[in-house]
Protein backbone atom coordinates (compact mmCIF):
# COMPACT_ATOMS: atom_id res chain seq x y z
CA UNK A 1 0.00 0.00 0.00
CA UNK A 2 1.71 3.30 -1.40
CA UNK A 3 1.96 5.90 1.86
CA UNK A 4 2.49 9.55 2.03
CA UNK A 5 3.99 11.72 4.00
CA UNK A 6 4.15 15.86 3.50
CA UNK A 7 6.98 17.78 5.49
CA UNK A 8 7.73 21.39 5.26
CA UNK A 9 4.88 23.18 6.40
CA UNK A 10 5.56 26.61 8.25
CA UNK A 11 4.24 30.00 9.24
CA UNK A 12 6.23 32.79 6.84
CA UNK A 13 6.21 36.20 5.91
CA UNK A 14 4.74 37.23 2.33
CA UNK A 15 7.62 37.01 0.05
CA UNK A 16 9.79 34.50 1.54
CA UNK A 17 10.09 30.84 0.55
CA UNK A 18 9.25 27.20 1.81
CA UNK A 19 10.21 23.43 0.62
CA UNK A 20 7.53 21.16 1.16
CA UNK A 21 8.55 17.70 0.67
CA UNK A 22 6.61 14.40 0.16
CA UNK A 23 8.21 11.15 0.89
CA UNK A 24 6.26 7.70 -0.47
CA UNK A 25 6.73 4.78 0.46
CA UNK A 26 5.25 1.34 -0.35
CA UNK A 27 5.26 1.76 -3.96
CA UNK A 28 5.90 -1.20 -6.57
CA UNK A 29 9.66 -2.12 -7.45
CA UNK A 30 10.23 0.59 -4.40
CA UNK A 31 10.40 3.18 -7.17
CA UNK A 32 8.36 6.13 -8.33
CA UNK A 33 8.38 5.35 -11.61
CA UNK A 34 5.12 4.16 -11.99
CA UNK A 35 3.13 7.16 -10.48
CA UNK A 36 2.73 10.59 -11.12
CA UNK A 37 3.00 12.60 -8.20
CA UNK A 38 0.80 16.12 -7.49
CA UNK A 39 0.47 18.27 -5.07
CA UNK A 40 -3.24 20.46 -4.07
CA UNK A 41 -4.02 22.79 -1.51
CA UNK A 42 -7.06 23.66 0.30
CA UNK A 43 -7.89 26.99 2.09
CA UNK A 44 -10.43 27.33 4.74
CA UNK A 45 -13.43 27.54 2.54
CA UNK A 46 -12.62 26.72 -0.76
CA UNK A 47 -12.55 23.96 -3.26
CA UNK A 48 -9.44 22.18 -3.11
CA UNK A 49 -7.06 22.97 -6.37
CA UNK A 50 -4.16 21.28 -8.09
CA UNK A 51 -1.43 23.02 -7.76
CA UNK A 52 1.27 21.02 -9.37
CA UNK A 53 2.11 17.04 -10.98
CA UNK A 54 5.30 15.45 -12.01
CA UNK A 55 4.88 12.42 -14.78
CA UNK A 56 6.16 8.78 -13.42
CA UNK A 57 9.22 9.00 -15.89
CA UNK A 58 10.85 11.96 -17.85
CA UNK A 59 10.05 14.72 -15.60
CA UNK A 60 7.53 16.52 -16.57
CA UNK A 61 5.63 18.60 -14.73
CA UNK A 62 2.86 21.09 -15.04
CA UNK A 63 2.10 23.97 -12.53
CA UNK A 64 -1.19 25.72 -12.22
CA UNK A 65 -2.14 29.48 -13.47
CA UNK A 66 -2.23 30.26 -10.23
CA UNK A 67 1.52 30.15 -8.85
CA UNK A 68 3.38 29.56 -12.00
CA UNK A 69 6.44 31.62 -12.33
CA UNK A 70 6.80 31.07 -8.20
CA UNK A 71 6.33 27.36 -7.51
CA UNK A 72 8.13 24.49 -8.99
CA UNK A 73 7.84 20.84 -8.49
CA UNK A 74 11.01 18.20 -8.53
CA UNK A 75 11.69 14.22 -7.94
CA UNK A 76 14.63 12.42 -6.14
CA UNK A 77 14.17 9.43 -7.59
CA UNK A 78 16.31 7.86 -5.16
CA UNK A 79 15.01 9.13 -1.97
CA UNK A 80 11.14 8.54 -3.12
CA UNK A 81 10.40 11.97 -2.62
CA UNK A 82 9.02 14.68 -4.18
CA UNK A 83 9.25 18.14 -3.27
CA UNK A 84 7.01 21.25 -4.07
CA UNK A 85 9.59 24.82 -4.06
CA UNK A 86 7.35 27.87 -3.13
CA UNK A 87 9.22 31.23 -3.70
CA UNK A 88 7.23 34.77 -3.69
CA UNK A 89 4.70 33.29 -0.79
CA UNK A 90 1.22 35.38 -1.10
CA UNK A 91 -1.30 35.63 1.80
CA UNK A 92 -3.84 33.84 -0.56
CA UNK A 93 -1.31 30.77 -0.71
CA UNK A 94 -2.31 29.89 3.05
CA UNK A 95 -3.87 26.54 2.68
CA UNK A 96 -3.26 22.37 3.96
CA UNK A 97 -1.30 21.15 1.36
CA UNK A 98 -1.32 17.54 0.23
CA UNK A 99 0.66 15.26 -2.20
CA UNK A 100 -1.01 12.41 -3.43
CA UNK A 101 -0.22 9.62 -6.51
CA UNK A 102 -1.63 7.85 -9.33
CA UNK A 103 -0.91 5.65 -11.36
CA UNK A 104 -1.09 6.84 -15.05
CA UNK A 105 -1.40 4.81 -18.13
CA UNK A 106 1.20 7.34 -19.95
CA UNK A 107 3.89 7.56 -17.75
CA UNK A 108 5.39 10.45 -19.57
CA UNK A 109 2.52 12.27 -18.66
CA UNK A 110 0.92 14.30 -16.00
CA UNK A 111 -2.75 16.43 -14.87
CA UNK A 112 -3.58 17.44 -11.77
CA UNK A 113 -7.14 16.30 -13.42
CA UNK A 114 -6.19 12.65 -13.29
CA UNK A 115 -7.86 10.21 -10.31
CA UNK A 116 -5.24 10.58 -7.51
CA UNK A 117 -5.56 7.02 -5.44
CA UNK A 118 -3.17 7.89 -2.48
CA UNK A 119 -3.31 10.64 -0.46
CA UNK A 120 -1.08 12.53 2.38
CA UNK A 121 -2.48 13.87 5.53
CA UNK A 122 -1.13 17.43 4.56
CA UNK A 123 1.17 20.11 5.86
CA UNK A 124 0.09 23.48 6.79
CA UNK A 125 1.34 26.63 5.32
CA UNK A 126 0.62 29.94 6.77
CA UNK A 127 1.89 33.33 4.97
CA UNK A 128 1.39 36.80 7.08
CA UNK A 129 3.06 39.20 8.35
Known amino acids: QLQLAESGGNMVQPGGSLKLSCAVS???????????IAWFRQAPGKEREGVSC????????DIADSVKGRFTTSKDNDKNTVYLRMNRLKSEDTAIYYC???????????????????WGQGTQVTVSS
Open 26 to 36: GAAGGTLDHYA
Open 100 to 118: AAAQIFDEYYCSTYSNYDF
Open 54 to 61: ISARGGLT
